[in-house]
């Protein structure tokens, strides 16, 4: 069975997933996924599974990236604050939003 996409945010989150496997030079597993969901506009309930699993295992590991961070930021202020904190909350913010997407497909 197969569903289509049609949320116009979750596009521009698999988009940007996509693109970040594209940008990074990336053909495993996960990033053939993110290409198809990208170009196709559907899941299917494999494609569901390994985004789901995708997702959270990324989720847990930028969460401890952004801790680390904030930590090092806030031990040595005199370091100028760049933009990657703020890039990585974004993209966890990303991840929310497609983990509750993928999470309410009745797949």
């Known amino acids: 069975m197969k ?3 049609q949320n116009e945010r979750i596009l521009e989150i698999i ?4 693109e970040d ?7 495993e597993k ?3 996924l993110f290409y198809a969901m990208d170009i196709e506009q559907y899941v299917d309930k494999k494609m569901h599974m390994d985004a789901l ?3 959270q295992t990324s989720k847990a590991e ?3 990236s952004i801790a680390w961070q904030e930590q090092f930021q806030n031990e040595n202020p005199e370091i ?6 703020d890039t990585m909350k974004t993209i966890e913010k990303e991840y929310d939003e497609l983990e509750t997407y993928l999470t ?3 797949i």
Do not use: T, V
């Open 3 to 5: 569903i289509e996409i």
């Open 15 to 18: 988009h940007n997933i996509a």
């Open 21 to 27: 496997f594209r940008f990074s030079g990336e053909h």
């Open 30 to 32: 996960y990033a053939q």
């Open 53 to 55: 699993e995708y997702i």
């Open 62 to 64: 930028l969460k401890n």
């Open 80 to 85: 100028p604050h760049d933009k990657m904190l």
């Open 104 to 106: 309410m497909l009745n």
